[in-house]
């Protein structure tokens, strides 16, 4: 097993790290996984990071709240002292998610009743399937914003008059995703793959196949495999559609701890068959340096291995997710790019493989998609111009805002 994981020499490594927590929000993660003498460094450390706590958490980490039941559960169970002050404020965090989790318990069991009534055969992923199987004795701990569920896409249209039979709104329809809202307000999003980028794909076939059943209060219900499940947490936290949360790293490292060598050996040909090597090598490498997550060396060499020999479709995507799917966008890729990722950013930006362009222009014609690669330079320099313009404007305070 391996406690580190090197990514050096993985094509665009550096600008990759854009998808990583800032050292504050890797301390606090590591105050909710870790365990031991690291355990009490962390929280320990982030305390004097942050100085006041509360103004942290009410301001710049804002992010991190949906974490602060599971981070008090931690540290009780590993009897860690909290100062006095934050006590009340992660006791109360935890009884929020108790009553939260009463409500989404509800809608999640009126979703299950519609599809046993319709008879549709659906897989929990994401946040509800880790809540489910890493969670199970408390699933309140992992705060869910939605609810995610993989059908056949064959089933999108039955589900959706099923559901909006039951009073569901349904709100848009999008590139693998259907979006409907329960009527108690909870987003219900229908998939039909596990990532919207086309670069990134899997049979469906198999995946099926290897589904497990859990019992949860709700009923039975029906999950990935360990390694599947892995593979899309890691993967879906590379792409555009990644949340800032940072639950990637808590879902992975719960998923990761329990996985068996077998599991492991699933994981590395699911990452190699979803063309996801690259991004999955360096947030791996991420969990195995930061969070203690034990790789398997005959896991680890081949998957580096792989992402040191990736086509320019999958670095683009790569690169895609990073610049769009992080604060900051192109700025911060750049300020953590070499001089060699730079150049690779550039050209991509400038000379998209033609796979995407296609996928992004469906519809139009040969001649038209390729007059965007002509269109696109402007473009681009025009939006950076607007970008740069409108951050320049003052905000102009509410009427009546008090003076400071």
Known sequence: MSASMSTIGVPLSDSLRTLLPGRKETLFLQSCVLEGPELAAAWQSWLVAVGDPLRYLAQEGHELRSHLALLYRHLSEHSIGIPRALQPYLRSAVVRGKLRYAQYEACLRDFLEAFRVAGIDATLVKGPAVSATEFSAEPFLRHCHDLDVLIDPDEVETASR???????????????????????????????????????????????????EVTISTGSVRVLAPA??????????????????????????????????????????????????????????????????AVPHNVEEPLLAAATDVDREQRFAAMEGARLGCPGGLRNLLGCSGWRSKLSVACGLALPPWSHMRSKHLGRTRPKVLSEYVVRPFRFVWSQLTAQRASAVPVKEPLGSPKT
């Open 228 to 293: 599947d499940m892995l593979v899309h947490v890691c993967g879906h936290a590379s792409t555009i559609q990644r949340r800032p949360h940072m639950n990637w790293v808590i879902d992975a490292s719960r998923i990761a701890a329990r996985m068996t060598a077998r599991d492991w050996q699933q994981f590395l040909e699911v990452a190699t068959a979803a063309r996801l090597s690259l991004p999955l090598a360096v947030l791996l490498g991420e969990l195995a340096t930061r969070y203690a997550v």
């Open 162 to 212: 099923e559901l909006q039979a039951r009073g569901y709104q349904r709100r848009w329809s999008r590139f693998g995703s259907t979006r409907l809202d329960h009527p108690m307000g909870l987003p219900v999003l229908l998939h039909t793959r596990l990532f919207q980028d086309p670069t990134y794909s899997l049979a469906p076939e198999p995946l099926w196949f290897r589904r497990r």
